[in-house]
Every structure is written in C-alpha cells, then in structure tokens.
C-alpha cells in the first residue's frame, strides 16, 4: 500500500498565499502522476493540478496562471504554491499518486486524508 499524508492548509485572506505538500511513502515500485483535487461543500471533487514523473503538468481551469505545481522524484513529493487564493478557492484538498506497488502489478489511485485549505473575502 502506499500513504500519502498532506501538510500545509490553513486560513488565508483572498489575495494571500498558501503552499500545499504531500509525501509518499510505503510499498512503492514507481509512481506515475501525483497531484491535487479539492472538493467543496455540495460540490464534486475535480482536479486542481497534476504533474507526470516526467514534469509535465495539467492544470484546473479556475487556477491556471495562480497555481503552481512541482514534483520532487527522488523523495516522492508534490508541492502545491497557491498564489492569489480566492474565496472560491475554499475546500477540501486531496493529495493523489497513480502508482505500482511491484514491477508487475496495476497502476492503482491512492489518497490523502485531505487537508482543509479556507479563503475568507
């Protein structure tokens, strides 16, 4: 299995910043992409940012241009800046890897607990 835990979310006035980390550990043979989803209250959950082992990134519509996500290969983290938050930015923010556990074996979705990011206006 693979655990992801999250740090980082908090309180912030809109126009202020906050920075998002995750780290993985566990049985790991190879992670593939690692990124961020959020889900607020009465909403579904969607992606806010995703970045392949290689770097490239995909970004959700609503953060592009404020939001920046890395990847450190060698520790198995994702970092998540978040620059110009907004009250719409408020929620609840998960960690996900798509990743192998042995060589041969599926690539499965792991999870974090979440981390609670709030933007007040």
């Known amino acids: 299995q693979v655990q992801l835990v999250e740090s980082g979310g908090g309180l912030v006035q809109a126009g202020g910043s906050l920075r998002l980390s995750c780290a993985a550990s566990g049985r790991i043979f190879k992670i593939n992409t690692m990124g961020w989803y959020r889900q607020a209250p009465g909403k579904q959950r969607e992606l806010v940012a995703g970045?392949?082992?290689?770097?490239?990134?995909d970004y959700g519509d609503s953060v592009k241009g404020r939001f920046t996500i890395s990847r450190d290969n060698a520790k198995d983290t994702v970092t998540l800046q978040m620059n110009s938050l907004k009250a719409e930015d408020t929620a609840v923010y998960y960690c996900?890897?798509?990743?192998?556990?042995?060589?041969?074996?599926?690539?499965?979705?792991?999870w974090g607990q979440g981390t609670q990011v709030t933007v007040s206006s």
């Open positions: 970045i392949t082992s290689s770097g490239n990134t």
């Open positions: 996900n890897t798509q990743a192998r556990t042995s060589e041969y074996g599926p690539i499965e979705a792991y």
